[in-house]
T-cell receptor, first 115, second 111 residues
Framework: DTAVSQTPKYLVTQMGNDKSIKCEQN?????MYWYKQDSKKFLKIMFS???????INETVPNRFSPKSPDKAHLNLHINSLELGDSAVYFC??????????????FGPGTRLTVT | AQSVTQLGSHVSVSEGALVLLRCNYS??????LFWYVQYPNQGLQLLLK??????LVKGINGFEAEFKKSETSFHLTKPSAHMSDAAEYFCAAAGYSTLTFGKGTMLLVSP
């Protein structure tokens, strides 16, 4: 069974479109995260949710809106896509309070290409 | 706040040779330190972590790392490289809030 899954794996779209990426974890964790990995492989936290509540929002444009319907799911909706949004987006989860100290389990990533 | 510096964006070794990937950190609080590995087109997988206590930490696949507070370092080593070790390696540090990653080091292993 996949611990942290993301859909879709690849997403190609045009500038100005709106798209969503879905994430689900079956580990029973309390905390979920979204990371962005740019073309130089640099990983940066975007959001963190603990029990459906937003905990961390790291100066991400408000075109990005995370939604957590329950603690096993954290979706990422992106409005008005721009070329600079092209990246690999990783979902992750961990047990306990939001923060970096717990081991995080990562999904396989969603490669977003904006043309 | 914390920051992580990985020296060398690429490290090349021969199969059977020692692997040494360097990581230095800065943190305003005692950090938790991690090494993650990313194989091509996959997510990150935890190799090992340091929290408190013993400064030499052993992880999966024969990797280990030593926390040296005086040097603010957490270098990753493996005595003998395998072809299957070729991947991107990320060092990360956690204070009380977020996990901060270094820029990664690509390990290349030649026969």
């Amino acid at each position: 069974d996949t611990a942290v899954s993301q859909t879709p794996k690849y997403l190609v779209t045009q500038m100005g479109n709106d798209k969503s990426i879905k994430c689900e974890q079956n580990l029973g964790h309390d905390t979920m995260y979204w990371y962005k990995q740019d073309s130089k492989k640099f990983l940066k936290i975007m959001f963190s949710y603990n029990n459906k509540e937003l905990i961390i929002n790291e100066t991400v444009p408000n075109r990005f809106s995370p939604k957590s319907p329950d603690k096993a799911h954290l979706n990422l909706h992106i409005n008005s896509l721009e070329l600079g949004d092209s990246a690999v987006y990783f979902c992750a989860s961990s047990q306990g309070l939001a923060g970096g100290r717990s081991e995080q389990y990562f999904g396989p990533g969603t490669r977003l290409t904006v043309t | 706040a914390q920051s992580v510096t990985q020296l060398g964006s690429h490290v090349s070794v021969s199969e059977g040779a020692l692997v040494l990937l360097r990581c230095n950190y800065s943190s305003s609080v005692p950090p938790y330190l991690f090494w993650y590995v990313q194989y091509p087109n996959q997510g990150l997988q935890l190799l090992l972590k340091y929290t408190t206590g013993a400064t030499l930490v052993k992880g999966i696949n024969g990797f280990e790392a030593e926390f040296k507070k005086s040097e603010t370092s957490f270098h990753l080593t493996k005595p003998s490289a395998h072809m299957s070790d070729a991947a991107e390696y990320f060092c990360a540090a956690a204070g009380y809030s977020t996990l901060t990653f270094g820029k990664g080091t690509m390990l290349l292993v030649s026969p």
